[in-house]
């Protein structure tokens, strides 16, 4: 894809989710597939184990939206500072206000940012997430080379995103999401396996879960350290 059809794919992108902003905590997108995927994030990144010599999980969740999921894993029991990053300014806003309504803006943070160019220190992070946002960037291998960039050596990625492998994956993501949302590319599970391997992640693991509004999940490591 050129620098220009990517650009405008990010414009169109951008734009729409500064439009949905306001009711996205209401969509109907959030009971039918984003708690779940919430929930599982959850779920794998406990069964990880703890994050780093103090202790504390630091997490990057990238295309935020408003802060949703890490505002329920700031609500376990598990000591955590996150940030989310989103191109959208009214999503960030928002997620801030929820976040400060909750009493938990002391260990969560929002990043106003490109996915494709983060201001992050290299290796600032024990794991990276991005749920149901990956389809919407123009140049996935970048992001991954970002999203590896960012994580310490040992930490995780972990990336949800539709799974178009089967019929109904195809028909929701490849027909039903790409007529709506237009400028999209949902990834087939090898195509997402080898941007992580080109990237330079390891012991990569897949799985599908949901069937109606089929998902899947692509674990990978950034190689060194200790794993979370």
Same mark, same amino acid.
């Given at each position: 894809?050129?620098? =220009?059809?990517?650009?405008?794919?990010?414009? @169109?992108?951008? %734009?729409?989710?500064?439009?949905?902003?306001? &009711?996205?905590?209401?969509?109907? /997108?959030?009971?039918?597939?984003?708690?779940? $995927?919430?929930?599982?994030?959850?779920? /794998?990144?406990?069964?990880? !184990?703890?994050?780093?010599?103090?202790?504390?999980? =630091?997490?990057?969740?990238?295309? $935020? !939206?408003?802060? *949703?999921?890490?505002?329920?894993? %700031?609500? &376990?029991?598990?000591?955590?500072? %996150?940030?989310?990053?989103?191109?959208?300014?009214?999503?960030?806003?928002?997620?801030?206000?929820? &976040?400060?309504?909750?009493?938990?803006?002391?260990?969560?943070?929002?990043?106003?940012?490109?996915?494709?160019?983060?201001? /992050?220190?290299?290796?600032?992070?024990?794991?990276?997430?991005?749920?149901?946002?990956?389809? @919407?960037?123009?140049?996935?291998?970048?992001?991954?080379?970002?999203?590896?960039? %960012?994580?310490?050596?040992?930490?995780?990625?972990?990336?949800?995103? !539709?799974?178009?492998?089967?019929?109904?994956?195809?028909?929701?993501?490849?027909?039903?999401?790409?007529?709506?949302?237009?400028?999209?590319?949902? $990834? *087939?599970?090898?195509?997402?396996?080898?941007?992580?391997?080109?990237?330079?992640?390891?012991?990569?693991?897949?799985?599908?879960?949901?069937?109606?509004?089929?998902?899947?999940?692509?674990?990978?490591?950034?190689?060194?350290?200790?794993?979370?």
């Amino acid at each position: 894809m050129s620098k =220009r059809d990517g650009k405008l794919w990010k414009a @169109h992108a951008q %734009a729409e989710f500064e439009r949905w902003a306001e &009711t996205y905590d209401q969509s109907v /997108l959030q009971r039918l597939l984003f708690q779940r $995927c919430y929930l599982k994030f959850i779920e /794998l990144i406990l069964d990880g !184990g703890s994050a780093n010599g103090n202790g504390e999980l =630091r997490l990057l969740d990238i295309g $935020c !939206g408003t802060g *949703t999921f890490i505002s329920m894993l %700031a609500e &376990t029991s598990l000591p955590v500072r %996150a940030y989310g990053l989103d191109m959208a300014v009214r999503m960030c806003q928002i997620g801030a206000e929820k &976040t400060r309504r909750l009493g938990i803006d002391d260990r969560i943070g929002f990043i106003v940012a490109d996915s494709e160019h983060l201001p /992050l220190e290299e290796g600032a992070f024990d794991v990276v997430t991005c749920s149901n946002s990956f389809h @919407h960037y123009p140049h996935q291998s970048v992001v991954v080379a970002q999203m590896y960039r %960012a994580l310490r050596p040992g930490g995780r990625l972990i990336i949800l995103d !539709g799974f178009r492998d089967n019929v109904i994956g195809w028909f929701i993501f490849d027909v039903c999401v790409a007529m709506v949302e237009k400028s999209v590319h949902h $990834c *087939t599970a090898s195509e997402m396996c080898d941007l992580l391997e080109t990237a330079g992640f390891e012991r990569i693991v897949q799985q599908k879960f949901g069937f109606w509004a089929p998902v899947l999940a692509t674990v990978g490591i950034k190689p060194g350290g200790d794993s979370t």
